[in-house]
């Protein structure tokens, strides 16, 4: 059985994501979508229980996929789940060069193989940190994340406007 695994933050997981589990579908028997919790970036918008829960709910029409959170090496989530291939999702030049030096650093650790699908042109200027400042200053982000993602956006982001209207408030008494 051919397993992909599909690794990423996606802090919040988007529409260029989704292309990429639909196509990666195609060519797998089994594609594992992992949350991953990097360490490079510092405070996440949802926690991992909350992006595995998005994850099922936006990727449940997809036959043969299964989501996954963790906070591990990737090589060993590969060797966990049978991985034939790691898929990473690539947009433009400028991601070539990490995607590449990652994708030799996982086949040195431990022979596993990243194979690389290009993003759709309509989907390649989408990035979870551009979604998560719209969201942030209360624009529509609903071109760009599936229904659901949107809602628990604006659901995140009226938290914590409230919560900063509280905290201008205290300071100006
Ligand atoms: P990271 O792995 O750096 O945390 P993300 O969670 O944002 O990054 O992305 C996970 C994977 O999805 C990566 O392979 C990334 O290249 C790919 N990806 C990100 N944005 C897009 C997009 N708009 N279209 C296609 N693939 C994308």
């Known amino acids: 059985m051919k397993v992909g695994l599909f ?7 988007h529409n260029g994501h989704l292309e990429i589990v639909e196509r990666a579908s195609r060519l797998f028997d089994e594609v594992v979508v992992a949350a991953l ?34 906070s591990t090496l990737l090589v060993n989530v590969a060797r ?11 947009r433009a030049v400028s991601d070539f060069e990490t995607e590449m030096q990652m994708a030799q650093m996982n086949h040195h650790l431990s022979g ?9 042109s309509k989907y390649s200027f989408i990035a979870s940190k551009l979604v998560r400042e719209v969201a942030h200053f209360g624009g529509d982000v609903s071109a760009f994340v599936p229904k659901i993602v949107a809602e628990h956006l604006v659901a995140k982001f009226e938290g914590s406007a409230s919560e900063q209207d509280e905290q201008d408030g205290k300071e100006e008494e």
């Open 112 to 120: 596993v193989e990243t194979i690389f699908i290009p993003t759709s």
């Open 7 to 13: 690794p990423g933050s996606f802090d919040p997981f």
């Open 80 to 90: 966990d789940v049978g991985a034939t291939a790691i898929v990473r999702g690539l």
């Open 37 to 70: 919790r990097n360490p490079q970036k510092s405070q996440a918008l949802f926690d991992l229980e909350e992006r595995k829960s998005m994850l099922e709910a936006v990727t449940a029409h997809i036959p043969g996929v299964r989501i996954v959170s963790v």
